[in-house]
């Protein structure tokens, strides 16, 4: 079946066969029916022929150019071994597919914008289309191709490419009935500004998870409350989402805290960043804990900062058999979890490390310090499944307090704490002093009473029934969309749907919990 030459300036939509994308200006047409066989390409000529002038001039041109089989045997052309004649390609036709586009071309522009959007998604430097590799790959992909400059894309297409994604997040949020939030403040190596984040989460009325970024922008002047305040209102007005946020999620500071109270807005802190406060509590409450992981970090720093010493380890490393080869790891003191990988890798190590420090001079942890380390790492382990567990991309409010009725069970499992009673106690004193109302949190009750892995089997008689009496509540006041209630009542007699895979099925210390979950009437499964 012939393919019209049309179809060189549209693309068929990827959800919808009854209507195409104009490659030129993005605009979508219909095909012209409902089916199949009601679909041409009437009204896709049509409309290069009133927007695109010189598209279609080139359209007609190369429709003039495509010569039939009789033609082609009339003007003397050559014939394939079955016979059937071959078009020998004009002399004009010839030098144009060898003639480079010009930079206002639609095949041009659209390897413009594609090459715009790989440096947004990728995070690559606009640069990045001067590097000699990435011109080279390019050049042969389409050698008629010429990558603009560096400068085209950073005050050009990216520009354009902004504008025309934040119209689309713009009506995607209109759409979403309750928002809530993500909000941190950072800094890196290659801007100095420090950037305030925030990301949008919503659910569609198709129970379907979406986020988005909705700002990453500079807080110029002091990092005030009240210049806080300022930056989330203004966004919150931007995007014209004020009355629908549900909750801002932040960490434990005082003026981001504040600033979000000023701004009007409810707000929760991050579950990771309190649990990494109450580690680093238990680490610097017992003077033997931190004399060890000094000890390792300064071994880490060795290794870290001498490119001989690393290959000399790697030499023992392979010399021993059935050795993990693992480089040593340095850790980060503002990130708790990186000093737990660092301790944990160390302890992986310690036969090529002790092999090492033989014949090289490198104080390693004594023999005491090394059973302290073991012990301290029994103790973090549940915290670190923890943060992996609540860091996961589909994890929710919801697994808060199944997370911290997990945690203070793994630490009550961990019976052989001699040397670490010190750090292990004031952990546990820590995370009872800052979760222990967690369950009485009504975002956190109401998002675990509803989750069907978790409903009430976690909560006391008090919680539950505090709990349900705020979801009643809530009930009242909800007004679902008419769609979902209709599907809801379509679909009543449907097959269940499967529950929602543990969020890591792989040591996820929610596993502490199985029996309690599976069981079926019991409300009251632990009391602290």
């Given amino acids: 079946m012939a393919t019209s030459l049309v179809w060189k300036y549209f693309t068929l939509s990827a959800v919808d066969s009854t209507r195409v994308s104009c490659n030129v200006c993005n605009a979508s047409l219909s095909r012209g029916g409902k089916g199949a066989a009601s679909f041409n390409t009437t009204n896709l000529r049509k409309h290069l022929e009133s927007k695109h002038e010189n598209e279609f001039r080139e359209l007609r041109r190369l429709e003039n150019e495509k010569k039939t089989p009789a033609a082609a045997a009339a003007t003397g052309a050559s014939t394939s071994t079955g016979g059937a004649p071959t078009q020998q390609p004009s002399i004009v036709r010839a030098f144009d597919n060898r003639r480079p586009w010009e930079f206002a071309d639609a095949r041009s522009r659209r390897i413009h914008r594609v090459v715009g959007e790989m440096i947004a998604l990728d995070d690559q430097p606009f640069n990045v289309v001067n590097r000699r590799g990435f011109r080279r790959v390019v050049a042969v ?69 979406q986020l988005a970024v909705v700002a990453a922008c500079p807080i110029e002047g002091s990092h005030t409350a009240q210049n806080l305040a300022g930056i989330v209102s203004s966004l919150l007005e931007k995007w014209n989402v004020g009355a629908k946020v549900h909750v801002f999620l932040r960490d434990n500071a005082k003026n981001i805290t504040a600033g979000l109270r000023e701004a009007g807005v409810e707000s929760i802190s991050c579950f990771s960043h309190t649990l990494q406060l109450c580690v680093k509590t238990s680490l610097a409450s017992q003077r033997a804990v931190i004399d060890a ?236």
């Fill in 293 to 528: 992981v000094t000890t390792c970090r300064n071994v880490a720093t060795h290794f870290s900062h001498s490119v001989l010493a690393k290959e000399k380890l790697e030499v023992i490393q392979r010399s021993i058999p059935d050795q993990a080869c693992h480089a040593i790891i340095q850790d980060v003191q503002t990130r708790w979890n990186s000093t737990f990988y660092m301790l944990d890798r160390l302890l992986e190590q310690k036969k090529p490390l002790m092999l090492y420090a033989a014949d090289n001079n490198i104080v390693l942890p004594t023999a005491h310090q090394w059973t302290l380390l073991e012990r301290v790492l029994a103790i973090l382990t549940p915290i670190e499944r923890a943060t992996r567990d609540v860091s996961a991309e589909k994890s929710s409010a919801s697994d808060v307090i199944p997370v911290v009725v997990a945690i203070k069970r793994a630490l009550q499992n961990v019976t052989n704490d001699s040397g670490v009673q010190t750090m292990k106690a004031e952990l546990v004193r820590d995370i009872n002093a800052r979760f222990g109302d967690v369950a009485k949190e009504p975002m956190y009750a109401v998002a675990t009473l509803v989750d069907p892995r978790y409903r009430g089997k976690l909560f006391t008689p008090d919680e539950l029934a505090n709990a349900t009496q705020r979801l009643n509540d809530l009930a009242q006041n909800a007004v679902l969309p008419s769609a979902t209630a209709a599907q809801a009542t379509t679909s009543s007699t449907a097959e269940p749907a499967a529950k929602r895979a543990r969020l890591n099925n792989n040591d996820s210390l929610l596993d502490l919990l199985d029996d309690d979950l599976q069981a079926v009437d019991v409300r009251n499964v632990i009391n602290y």
């Fill in 141 to 209: 992909l389409e050698p008629r191709y010429t990558l603009p400059s560096d400068k085209y894309f950073r005050t050009t297409l990216i520009p354009d490419l902004f504008t025309t994604i934040s119209a689309k997040l713009t009506d995607v949020l209109a759409s979403a009935r309750v928002i809530s939030f993500t909000t941190d403040s950072w800094t890196t190596s290659q801007c100095t500004d420090s950037l305030l984040s925030i990301t949008a989460h919503w659910i569609t009325d198709s129970w379907d998870r």
